[in-house]
């Protein structure tokens, strides 16, 4: 009861520690506000603000938000109802393969396979009760407040990526990596019904079961968002400072196709593989630069 106890102050002085700010300016962001904005929106403010790098201007919309989001739409009690009540154990038994081939349709009704499809329902009806749901009138000022700030710093009408950056996102040992959903070169009409997308990719059926896998509660993921300005990139892709599969290669690893990432990033664009040493001078070691037919561009309309 003692430990208990602790436990349960520490998670009420968390709670309570939190930012009431429903958006946060990416010039505002530091690591330090990895609780408010999520791992992939406190880091990037980090690299922007302490290290000075590059990093395109953007926004996030934070843990707060959601929490007023879903609160306040009567969605949080609703959703909690569903998710506890489901038999995610019983879904992993259903998936392994049976040891014989049912001979009528009724035998395969009472296999269990019935499970993967109970899931997919409840999570089909979960997104769809959130896209439903009416953002609160201070939550949608509050977004496109940001978004007009952000159009005034660049000088223009800028079109912007939604990113996930939930809270445990890009963690050690739960990366979540391809999980939730990202949408590239939306306008100002499109933040709202864009937010709420990337909300409900919460509740798809492989992002719940990798939480289930990785013993995560569903309310210790607050879905942030994070708003980022499109880049017009000649070419993006993905570094590694180390090697991810050789802990004894600390060599530079790049991954790069024309155009925008996205290719890269979800593995349907052909790609060009460069590695780099850290010496003194550093230089590409290894190359591989096939045939490229095609690059992923932000049409202007």
Not at 77 to 103: K, R, W, Y
Not at 156 to 168: C, D, F, P
Not at 205 to 223: E, K, N, S
Not at 243 to 259: H, Q
Request: hydrophobic share 40%; charged share 25%.
């Amino acid at each position: 009861r003692s430990i208990q106890d602790q436990i349960q102050h520490e998670l009420a002085l968390k709670q309570a520690s939190r930012r009431q700010e429903l958006v946060l300016d990416l010039d505002r962001m530091t690591a330090s506000d990895v609780e408010d904005v999520g791992g992939k929106m406190a880091n990037l403010g980090e690299l922007r603000n302490s290290l000075q790098i590059p990093v395109p201007g953007g926004f996030a919309i934070t843990a707060q938000a959601y929490m007023a989001f879903m609160q306040q739409s009567g969605l949080w009690d609703e959703i909690n109802c569903l998710v506890l009540g489901h038999p995610m154990a019983s879904q992993f038994g259903a998936c392994t393969l049976p040891e014989a081939e049912p001979e009528d349709e009724d035998e395969t009704e009472n296999t269990g396979s019935g499970q993967p499809i109970a899931l997919l329902e409840m999570c089909a009806k979960i997104r769809g009760m959130i896209l439903a749901a009416k953002i609160p009138a201070e939550l949608e000022e509050a977004i496109l407040s940001a978004y007009d700030r952000l159009c005034q710093r660049e000088g223009r009408q800028v079109n912007v990526a939604l990113r996930s950056s939930a809270l445990g996102e890009d963690s050690a040992g739960a990366s979540f990596a391809g999980q939730h959903r990202s949408l590239l070169n939306l306008d100002r009409d499109s933040l709202l019904e864009g937010y709420k997308e990337v909300v409900a990719s919460k509740y798809s059926a492989h992002a719940m079961t990798y939480r289930y896998m990785l013993g995560i509660r569903d309310d210790d993921v607050l879905m942030c968002v994070g708003c980022l300005s499109m880049v017009t990139s000649q070419a993006g892709g993905v570094t590694y400072t180390t090697n991810p599969l050789n802990a004894g290669d600390d060599r530079i690893r790049v991954t790069s196709a024309w155009g925008v990432a996205k290719g890269v990033v979800d593995g349907t664009a052909t790609t060009d593989e460069f590695v780099i040493d850290k010496g003194e001078s550093p230089a590409i070691v290894e190359r591989s630069v096939p045939r490229k037919e095609s690059a992923l561009v932000c049409s202007p309309n």
